[in-house]
């Protein structure tokens, strides 16, 4: 089989990918070692920025977003029992909206294969080759029978496990990396969410963070150990200590009900650089890694994205070749902007097990400061409804 752009991976950034560069009129594959329904229903982010709902409306893909999305013009951090808003609209003019990431890979998946879009799922054993060729190559396994992909451009949109980084010979890629001391446990409950906005709760015990997925689904996360057992979470456990975190002394609290989903993910920030080897380019989760509490993984891979089909369609409609060169430089300006206020805030609202009584008070200082300065307030709201996106023209 030939095509334009063989795409690794069928999550957001492959599917959005593959999805703009149909629009352009340039050919892809793409190749995901999950079936359909497992990408489908796999629970991960839930904040888009507003340059993210943009991009989905503007290029046709928005319409379940605009109806079930949730708009929030703010948020709230909580410390000693006490919450205080962050208005967004009101300090940049912009919003987020909450819509979970499952939903939006649904809707690229319905979009692209109704205008018939080559997916290949369940593709198993992936493997690229001669990736500083003008034809780079994808190999994998369909029910044991052995295909291939000759392609002008592979993208690695296989996120931080994937095979496609590993592929460039040793040394190309210089990785920048921290590994925090604590992960997430985040569960979804069956439970009416008890107020319309998000918080971002700075507790002795650990962070705890309230969400939504709809009027009647909430999302909840606790600080935990990276290597935490579920076994060691029955549901009582879990909503203790979700109460005990975020209950407020003006008598707020998150509803209880029946827990849908429970999982632990550990954190990381982690970068590669540059994010092309030859006619390989790296997009999304398998470039880099955001800790969570920015809201910023999947956006980062859409914005990544963005700028690749740009490089891509200045190149078959243009012939040219300077766009795709600056691919890498472009995005990482966004990226490290990114990663700064992701470790920013992880670094403000956890418990850090070696922080010593000065970092404590640094911290709660730094609370104090953002939500009492407009100042701060600002700087901190015009990251998170999304810093402006990178062009390469
Ligand atoms: P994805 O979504 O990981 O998609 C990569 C796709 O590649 C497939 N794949 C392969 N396919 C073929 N052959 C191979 N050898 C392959 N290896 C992998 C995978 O099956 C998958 O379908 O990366 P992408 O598209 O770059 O999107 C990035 C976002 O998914 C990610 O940044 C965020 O979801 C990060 N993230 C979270 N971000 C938040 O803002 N809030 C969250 O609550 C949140 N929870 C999470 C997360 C990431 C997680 N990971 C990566 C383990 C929870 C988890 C568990
Ligand atoms: C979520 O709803 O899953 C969510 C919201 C905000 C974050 C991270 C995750 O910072």
Redesign the pocket.
């Known amino acids: 089989m030939r095509t334009q752009v063989g795409i690794?991976?069928?999550?957001?950034?492959?599917?959005?990918l593959s999805h703009l560069l149909a629009l352009q009129g340039i050919e892809s594959v793409v190749?995901?070692?999950?079936s359909r329904q497992?990408?489908e229903d796999?629970?991960?982010?839930?904040?888009l920025e507003q340059g993210t709902v943009d991009l989905l409306n503007e290029t046709g893909v928005g319409e379940r977003m605009q109806l079930q999305g949730l708009l929030h013009h703010g948020i709230e951090l909580g410390f000693d029992r006490r919450r205080h808003r962050i208005d967004m609209t009101k300090l940049t003019g912009r919003a987020v909206t909450v819509y979970g990431?499952h939903e939006v890979?649904r809707d690229l998946i319905a979009a692209r294969l109704k205008a018939g879009g080559q997916l290949f799922f369940e593709?198993?054993?992936?493997?690229v080759y001669a990736l500083d060729s003008e034809r780079p190559m994808v190999r994998?396994e369909v029910g044991g029978v052995a295909q291939q992909l000759e392609c002008d451009f592979i993208a690695g949109?296989?996120?931080?496990?994937?095979?496609?980084r590993p592929s460039a010979p040793e040394g190309v890629f210089q990785v920048y990396e921290r590994v925090y001391p604590f992960g997430?446990l985040?569960i979804l409950a069956e439970a009416a969410p008890s107020q319309e906005e998000l918080v971002y709760m700075n507790h002795e015990r650990g962070f705890a963070l309230f969400?939504m997925r709809s009027p009647t689904v909430t999302?909840l996360?606790l600080q935990c150990d990276p290597a935490e057992d579920l076994k060691e979470w029955p549901d009582e456990r879990v909503w203790q200590e979700l109460q005990t975190r975020l209950t407020c002394d003006d008598g707020w609290r998150p509803n209880e009900g029946r827990i849908l989903q429970k999982?632990v993910?550990?954190m990381r920030s982690f970068v590669t650089e540059p994010m092309q080897y030859g006619r390989l380019f790296l997009?999304?989760?398998?470039?880099h890694?955001?800790p969570?509490t920015?809201?910023?993984?999947?956006?980062?891979?859409?914005s990544?994205v963005r700028v690749l089909a740009e490089g891509l369609a200045g190149f078959y409609k243009a012939g040219r070749s300077d766009l795709l060169a600056r691919y890498s430089d472009v995005c990482l300006r966004r990226i490290w902007k990114v990663q700064r206020f992701s470790w920013w805030m992880t670094s403000m609202l956890h418990q850090f097990p070696d922080a010593s009584p000065f970092d404590q008070r640094r911290q709660r200082a730094e609370l104090d400061y953002v939500t009492s300065s407009a100042a701060a307030a600002k700087s901190l709201a015009e990251n998170y409804v999304g810093l402006p996106m990178e062009h390469l023209l």
């Open positions: 690794v991976g069928a999550g957001p950034a492959g599917l959005m190749i995901e070692a999950r497992y990408c796999r629970v991960r982010a839930g904040v990431q890979v593709a198993e054993n992936a493997s994998y949109c296989d996120g931080f496990h994937g095979i496609c997430w985040g969400s999302r996360y999982s993910t550990p997009a999304g989760d398998s470039a890694i955001v969570p920015g809201a910023k993984g999947m956006n980062l891979a859409i990544d």
